[in-house]
């Protein structure tokens, strides 16, 4: 409980932060650069190594492409019977797949599961929702979005291959075997511990809950699907295999995350449905304080 009432209190400076003279528009874009070149890599470096690969272990990094399938399936199937338009079938193809892993998954996996958690879900979010939005999310940009912001593939590959948390990930799998020295582990300690903190401050800063009344059939629409009807998905296949453990209840609870403020940023650049865009990252982030330690209590 200590740690959620922290993430909140994070959350309300960073909201305040946004109302004072001495924190330029692009505070929040600084601290999200801080958490991706500094902080995130930083963590992965830390606990990766100390991972006991299992068949349980993959299932957060499987788990991200079946709800992907599953959330395009139900997309696809609402546009065309509520005959949504294009951009807004492109918002919520983009939108509703992809969540919020990282800058919010990884502090709420460690508030409510603790740190022994948080590499699964580094798994679900590098292997899963990173890839997906580098890949599919460049899909839907080129079927769905502005000329502008179509993507290349060669352009794609190059994202991830370049992705700081992605390249450490791939050195802390190469390093499994290799025990840090005391110095090295302090340092990455230090630097790992800005990440809750910054992150929720950065996200507090940028939030934003406007509302087109036009548009809340979509909104209700896409944030049932993302934090209702996912996680539960999630739960039901896993119950259904019969896989069980931490890394399934941590899997199911990634899956129950809003939408992606990268991915949000993405669909306003495509002009895919702005105003919904903004919507879906606003509220569902309000909403997961919510949804998500009712889905804790439910997987505990």
Known sequence: MENFVAIITYLLIGMVFRHLPDFPAETGKVLNSFVIYVSLPALVLLKIPDLDFSQNVMVPAVMPWVMLICSVSFILVLARVLTWERPTTGCLLLMVPLGNTS??????????WGEQAIPYAVLYDQ?????????????VLALF???RCRPT?????????????FLALTLALLLRSVAYPAMVSAVLSAMAATLVPVVMVAVGFQLTLRLNRAMISQLSIGLTL??????????LL????????????VAVFEAGMPPMVSA????IMANLSPVLTAALVGIGIVASFITLPILHALLS
């Open 103 to 112: 800058f919010l998954g990884i502090p709420m996996v460690k508030a409510f």
């Open 127 to 139: 292997l899963g929702s990173f890839l997906a939005l580098a890949t599919y999310g460049s899909v």
């Open 145 to 147: 979005g502005s000329e």
């Open 153 to 165: 593939w060669g352009g794609v590959v190059k994202r991830i291959l370049s992705f700081p948390p």
């Open 226 to 235: 993302k934090l209702i009807v996912a996680p539960l998905v999630a739960f």
């Open 238 to 249: 896993c119950t259904a295999v019969g896989l069980k453990g931490e890394a399934v209840q």
């Open 264 to 267: 949000g940023a993405l669909a």
